[in-house]
């Protein structure tokens, strides 16, 4: 029943993703995406590379602002709403509310992501249906393997925003989404600010920038990947893990 | 088994320099109708909140069926329905509540949710945020009662409801719930209703009991004795609760042992206009005082 309290909480935040990924279709569906192009029409057409990294590029905005509204609801709205002592008054280990807020909406986040992902892999691979398992033969990446990756990147960077929101909801009410914008912000900023007067210095991007790319063709795993996962994922899982043990110990008002 | 169901001992809530909870005991035994009593700010929401588990005590132990709240909340309320807050999902309606609300609980009876909703009145569906104050307060304890609950705990249930829902409200209680042998704690300031529906009363004031017993015992033991006299004492009589000299009158009031202090005071050259029991709200006013000459009261039984 939990879930369901959830699923209504979300259901309008699931469907304007699912709208997103219609009209991505229908941008994939309108715009050539189909057998290679031939003779002197063949330069005017993207590579499958191409089309991913500008599509998934643009996608990134978009499932920011989802992840955010996700993290919105649960027991922090709850606890915005003023219904935080009815909710958590309900016979179940306080935890639980979180991890099942979490759960279903990392769900339906990673849902959203792979219908995303799937939509773009279809169009790349019906244009050059070219894939290995993980390479091509001409040594780049395979489209399986930007698609898996990409999905990896989308949740991790969907889980950063989405927990840092859930958590900033519990730990202040209502005004979650509001310092999560200004923590990304604030980074963001930040981020340019370092780069400008500390040259060598680069911090991370909020996005795992995982491929090296060159002349528009993704050529391989970006270096120490699997360290910018783990990493990510680690910080993804903090919040929610911060923010149990805030909704344990705080008192219900 | 214990025959308690709520206990609390030398519990306290402090907020920074705030003392909500003051080392208050309170006793209320299963099956009764216990009417909580105290004004506002006295630390009857707050020791309703650390009994649901919704605060935790800065120090003090309590226990709820048998349970300590801090570490057995769950099962406390598997077993216990609760109106606090009177604030549900507001996007909910009634009927969305009563589904949200049932899969929590293995005793949920929706033939007792229908009823209610007829006997309240209730618009079911319609959503929790387009009710108004007493419909909200309605469907809170609609929710609290279907739930099939051993205990019950409502803090000011009858707040926002007019006189007809009201009274509805306390049949319902009563009929439903206290004839069963089940518990039910009532916070209130509406004393004229807990004096109707309530056989036990705590007094709370500054986060402490200053009195508890049975109302009956309460009413047959405090009088109000006037006498007229001179130099007449205010104070050095064991059961004396407040002492107040007026115009030729000396109003006392006591809360035992009535016929020995009205000997006293003949003894001392007073003459005893009347000795006159007092009613609930009487007790109340004296208890927490106002302003006279007081005296501690202490638990009755």
Not at chain 1, 80 to 95: D, I, K, Q
Not at chain 2, 50 to 57: I, S, Y
Not at chain 2, 179 to 200: D, P, Y
Request: proline share 4%; charged share 20%.
């Amino acid at each position: 029943m939990y879930l369901w309290k959830y699923w209504r909480e979300s259901r309008l935040t699931f469907g304007a993703g699912m709208v997103l990924v219609g009209v991505l279709l229908w941008g994939c569906c309108a715009h050539h995406v189909g057998p290679p192009l031939q003779g002197k029409h063949a330069q005017q057409q993207l590579n499958p590379d191409q089309i991913y990294l500008v599509v998934t590029s643009f996608l990134v905005l978009p499932l920011g602002f989802l992840a955010l509204g996700y993290g919105s609801f649960g027991v922090g709205r709850d606890l915005g709403e003023g219904s935080g002592s009815f909710v958590l008054s309900r016979p179940r280990p306080r935890a639980s509310f979180v991890w099942s807020d979490w759960g279903f909406g990392m769900a339906q986040l990673l849902l959203l992501i792979l219908a995303a992902n799937l939509v773009v892999a279809w169009a790349a691979h019906h244009i050059a249906a070219t894939s290995g398992p993980f390479y091509t033969a001409d040594g780049t990446l395979s489209m399986l393997s930007i698609f898996s990756v990409d999905c990896v990147a989308g949740l991790l960077l969907a889980g950063l925003i989405f927990g840092l929101t859930y958590f900033a909801s519990v730990l202040v009410k209502s005004r979650g989404v509001l310092i999560t914008l200004g923590v990304v912000v604030a980074y963001s900023i930040g981020k340019q600010v370092v780069k400008h007067y500390w040259p060598g210095m680069n911090l991370p991007d909020l996005t795992l920038s995982e491929f090296s790319v060159a002349h528009g063709m993704i050529i391989r795993f970006a270096g120490g990947l699997g360290w910018s996962i783990a990493l990510r994922a680690a910080l993804a899982m903090a919040f929610p893990i911060a923010a149990q043990i805030l909704v344990q110990r705080r008192d219900v008002e | 088994m214990n025959d308690l169901a709520i206990e609390c001992r030398a519990l306290h809530k402090h907020f920074g320099d705030v003392h909500a909870v003051d080392g208050l005991n309170l006793n209320v035994p299963r099956g009764a109708v216990y009417g909580f009593l105290g004004r506002n700010g006295a630390g009857k929401t707050t020791t309703i909140r650390m009994l649901a588990g919704l605060a935790r005590p800065t120090g003090g132990e309590m226990r709820v069926l048998g349970l300590d709240p801090r570490t057995d909340s769950v099962a406390i309320l598997a077993r216990t329905g609760l109106v606090i807050e009177k604030m549900l999902i507001p996007s909910m309606t009634g009927n969305d509540l009563v589904r949200f609300n049932r899969g929590f609980f293995p005793r949920w009876s929706d033939a007792l949710a229908r009823r209610y909703a007829e006997v309240l009145e209730l618009d079911m569906n319609r959503k929790f945020k387009k009710l108004s104050t007493g419909n909200r307060t309605k469907l809170c304890l609609l929710l609290a009662l279907s739930q099939g609950a051993e205990l019950i705990v409502l803090d000011e249930p009858t707040a926002g409801l007019d006189p007809v829902v009201t009274d509805q409200l306390l049949r319902v209680m009563v009929e439903d719930f206290a004839n069963e042998g089940r518990t039910l704690l009532l916070s209130s300031h509406h004393l004229s209703e807990v004096e109707r529906i309530a056989e036990w009363v705590g007094i709370v004031d500054h986060g402490k009991l200053l009195l508890e017993g049975r109302l009956d015992d309460m009413r047959s033991s405090f009088r109000r004795v006037r006498v007229v006299g001179e130099a007449l004492p205010l104070a050095a009589w064991p059961d004396l609760v407040s002492a107040n000299r007026g115009e030729g009158t000396t109003e006392y009031v006591v809360r035992g042992n009535a016929d020995a202090f009205v000997a006293h005071l003949q003894s001392e050259g007073a003459t005893v206009l009347d000795a006159t029991p007092l009613n609930l709200s009487e007790i109340f006013l004296e208890v927490v005082g106002r302003g006279k000459t007081n005296v501690p009261v202490e638990v009755l039984a």
